[in-house]
């Protein structure tokens, strides 16, 4: 699922994403059939992602189940036939090609 929240501060970002993650996994330990899912984070950049990890880390002790990726992974992974010549670089999402509508996490 997705969650949008709203802080000035980002360390209020990192402890209100601990919580969603905690949720989600919680809701997950709930269902045998979900043993094996994923929660997607899309951080901005590689340094928000080592940081992510490791306050995840010290949260939960270890990292089960959570995938990080680039919006450009994501979307290839969840069906956007991307552009070739647009290979890394931003895409509009006018520029996409949908042949399922992605699921959104």
């Known amino acids: 699922m997705i969650h949008t929240i709203y802080c000035n501060v980002y360390e209020g970002l990192e402890a209100a994403?601990?919580?969603n993650v905690f949720q989600d996994l919680e809701a997950m330990a709930?269902?045998?059939?979900?043993i094996?899912?994923?929660i997607e984070i899309i951080p901005a950049s590689s340094a928000i992602e080592d940081r992510l990890a490791r306050s995840l880390a010290d949260k939960f002790s270890i990292l089960p189940g959570i995938r990080f990726c680039s919006i450009f992974d994501w979307l290839t992974f969840h069906g956007c036939n991307l552009p070739s010549r647009l290979h890394r670089h931003f895409?509009?999402?006018a520029d996409l090609e949908y042949p399922q509508k992605p699921k959104i996490l």
Do not use: H, Q
């Open 17 to 19: 994403l601990a919580e």
């Open 30 to 34: 709930g269902d045998p059939s979900r």
């Open 36 to 38: 094996f899912e994923k």
């Open 91 to 93: 895409v509009g999402l």
